[in-house]
């Protein structure tokens, strides 16, 4: 009855109580409920409802840990499988952009350890090549290994092609500067018809490609791509460095014409742009490469320069010996030059020489000039030079030393000291000396007379005796005035003596008796003869000419008189 | 500037190469067809007011001793059959060349060429043989490599149908 009743209330709510009553129960106004509706009817509504929930709820349970990467991988390396599995050229094509640079980073870090490997064994090369090598290497910071292969390769990529895969046509070609133009759409094709050639006949894999071919010096280097290939004309022995040019060059291509290649239909003008890519392949490496210092080079331009200069330095030399030399023979008195010339390295004097003129190489010596670069060839000739004429006058008269000749205006003139017999050959000769016209003797002395005679001199200081009275040693007035003539006919016997080449002396000889005390008799006449010495010597007369004696008058044949000194000539 | 690659295949001996020579540019010698199978040259013409550069894929013909590699069909925008008109085996090796061959080039544009119309008299390749290919919608020149006639129109044909196709 009670249910009844309910169920007749329930009928008697209308459709808007309903709605209210759903609002107050869900939360939910009418057309958010139909929303709600409309979207559980349509999963593709859904499925974009959720869609910018989804990425956020998963990223939110990643975070609380309820999934993660673990849960994740199989699903992908199932998913990849499959692609892989069903077209895995797709999967290649997508990828060869990133795989090349990721390729190379892994193999450049293995040949990188592989070069230091190397390197290190290397370093052991003791050849005289490899020990140049490795100065080299010292000198200009790189490695060994690297100048070692630096002098293998010397190369010049001459062509590059950029070849469509599927049609063989050509889309761009570059060439290196100064290489003849060539047919480059067919060779293209001809070359793609021959890698395919060489893939069919031995039933390469699709995928592969012939990488290189060689013809004598000329290597063809090819790289392919899913679309297009490059190949490149290399004359000489590249590095494996143009390897990696190519495939950057081929990676880049197909980086940025991906879309034209896929559609190519034969225009090849949107490959023109290609020509910023291939251009840098167009490589060229030679020994020398003017980026390096070669430091040997240095080295041996400096040993050059340095020998260069010294050689300068040397001619220099040479040429100053030489215009030193030319300066004195003109100028030296006797000599007459002509000409010079070299010879032989050497300095060929030519010329004139008087007989009195000073010796050739004795000129040098005395100029410190080096002797052997000179060589003479001298004709004899009179020379009128001054003293020339004074070294002919003096050997022609044999002046005495006493005697000083000097040639002026024409006039020799005499000075000095001489005798009569000398003054006479030179007034009859003086006229026989080239080039003397007239005689001056006004300043010559001529003392022949005083020195002729030995005996007169002789007996004229033998004359003299000196007679003192008992224990006096001064000479009186009359004494004196004796003494002065004494000195004169001694200084005459000295001169005597150098004119004639003789040793006489003058013996001073001083008396005395044994008589009383013997003794001091003896000391007072060495005393007085010890006077006269000093006397003689303090009047001029030379040292050498004089000696003293003491005698007794007892020990004498002929009678002296005592305390008296007289004197002797000898010779000695 | 348009480049197009286009092959052209037949029987042994039905005058591929002569047929072509004097209308083409050649750099490579004939020994290619006896090595590697096949010799490229080139052929340049305007067609519609457009510079077009035909890359010639002179294929060595095919025998019982050499068969044509299908890798040097690859690419091909267009093909010419050559027959030799005298010959009727050469009638039954180019339609058995034309299926291998579009196949290839993914139903390239062609032209079944009959070399020797100067030697009509001694054919052996009947009318009702070509009026049957010609009811397939192929399109026949008859050419003659002694006499050159009709060639440089077989190119410009040929050329023509290559770029309606593209």
Redo the contacts between chains.
Sequence with gaps: MKEKDQSNNTEKLNADQLQELRELILGLDKPALQRMQKLMADPHEFAIEISDLLPFSIRKLMEKGSINIADLLPFFEDMIQESIGKNPQRLANLLFPIMGPAIRKAVSEDLKRLIESLNHGLESGLSPKHLKWRLQALFSNKSYLEIMLSHAYLYQVKHVFLI?R?????LHHEKADHVANI?A???A??LS??T??V??SFHSNEQDGVDSIKIGETNLWLEQGPYAIIAAVVEGNPPPDLRIELKEALEAVHYNHRPELLNF?????IFEHTSKFLKPCLIKEKKGNGKKTPVFVLILLVIILAGLGYWIYQRIQTQNAYAAAKELFFSESGYYLTKTERQNGKLRIFGLKDDFATEPYELLSSNQLAIDQFDFVLRPFISLDSLIIVRRAEALLSTPESVRLAFEKATLKVSGNCNTEWKDRLEKQYNRVWGVLGLDTSELTVSDETVRDLSWIVDDIMQHKFVFDFNELEMNEEQTDRFNKLTQSANLLDEFNRLNKKQYIILVQSFTSKAGNFAANQRVANIRAQTFLSLLKEAGVPDHLLETRVINTEELLKPEEVRSVSFVVEEK | MIKKKVAMVGAFAVGKTSLVQRFVRSIFSEKYHTTIGVKIDQKELVVNNVDVTLLLWDIHGEDDFMKIKPTYLIGSSGYFLVADGTRSDTYETAIKLHEMTSSVTKNAPFILLVNKADLRDIWEITETQLETLKNQGWKIIYTSAKTGDNVEEAFVELTKKMLQNQ
């Excluded at chain 1, 599927?166 to 050509?170: C, E, G, N, S, V």
């Excluded at chain 1, 239909?265 to 003008?269: R, S």
């Design positions: 469509h599927d049609t063989a046509l050509l047919e759409d067919m060779i094709s001809m018809a021959i395919d050639f893939k069919d239909d034969g225009e090849t003008e």
